[in-house]
T-cell receptor, first 115, second 116 residues
Framework: KNQVEQSPQSLIILEGKNCTLQCNYTVSPFSNLRWYKQDTGRGPVSLTIMTFSENTKSNGRYTATLDADTKQSSLHITASQLSDSASYICVVRLISSGSARQLTFGSGTQLTVLP | DSGVTQTPKHLITATGQRVTLRCSPRSGDLSVYWYQQSLDQGLQFLIQYYNGEERAKGNILERFSAQQFPDLHSELNLSSLELGDSALYFC???????????????FGNGTRLTVT
């Protein structure tokens, strides 16, 4: 069964600190993995996409990594800000002819950044 | 702003009632997706439409139905509502039927449904 597991479920850090969120998946055959940020009461917004051949990709203070061999991805947030408080969702896509069934969503990590 | 518009933002109704949620996709996007997000739960895929035709079904209850109109806006109809249907309902859109591919889904800000 295709699954996406995220850890930790929730995380509280102080402003200015770094943190790393984890995503493990069993989805196969793998096409790509995308990280979304979901602010409370808002829709998810894409942060970055990782394809099979990519190991690391940065988007400002966000750095995503992918190890396709171990089927693990991480999202590292540097110098956290209060606005980083949100749920971070990992979404993995199957290689297929294409439909929404080919997307598997993780349950998200709820990050809270305190002043 | 994602360009995806959902109305209404909030909806409060009683058990047994029927409601309609509306979604206007981003300009140029042909696919519309509906997702349900219950309290502290992940996004659950309900249904996808592409250019007016149903493309894929997820865990959508028989009491729920949807359609996409010629102008590409979509409506999600929820009937015989139960307390457990209370959730955030998100609409997303993408240019093609191949969900995401290398293009992200663009989500609206959701309709919060409360069934009392």
């Amino acid at each position: 069964k295709n699954q996406v597991e995220q850890s930790p479920q929730s995380l509280i850090i102080l402003e200015g600190k770094n943190c790393t969120l984890q995503c493990n998946y069993t989805v196969s055959p793998f096409s790509n993995l995308r990280w979304y940020k979901q602010d409370t009461g808002r829709g998810p917004v894409s942060l970055t996409i990782m394809t099979f051949s990519e190991n690391t990709k940065s988007n400002g203070r966000y750095t995503a990594t992918l190890d396709a061999d171990t089927k693990q991805s991480s999202l590292h947030i540097t110098a956290s800000q209060l606005s980083d408080s949100a749920s971070y969702i990992c979404v993995v896509r199957l290689i297929s002819s294409g439909s929404a069934r080919q997307l598997t969503f993780g349950s998200g990590t709820q990050l809270t950044v305190l002043p | 702003d994602s360009g995806v518009t959902q109305t209404p933002k909030h909806l409060i109704t009683a058990t047994g009632q029927r409601v309609t949620l509306r979604c206007s996709p981003r300009s140029g996007d042909l696919s519309v997706y509906w997702y349900q997000q219950s309290l502290d739960q992940g996004l659950q895929f309900l249904i996808q439409y592409y250019n007016g035709e149903e493309r894929a079904k997820g865990n959508i209850l028989e009491r729920f139905s949807a359609q996409q109109f010629p102008d590409l806006h979509s409506e999600l109809n929820l009937s015989s509502l139960e307390l457990g249907d209370s959730a955030l309902y998100f609409c997303a859109s993408s240019p093609s039927f191949a969900a995401s591919g290398h293009s992200p889904l663009h989500f609206g800000n959701g309709t919060r449904l409360t069934v009392t």
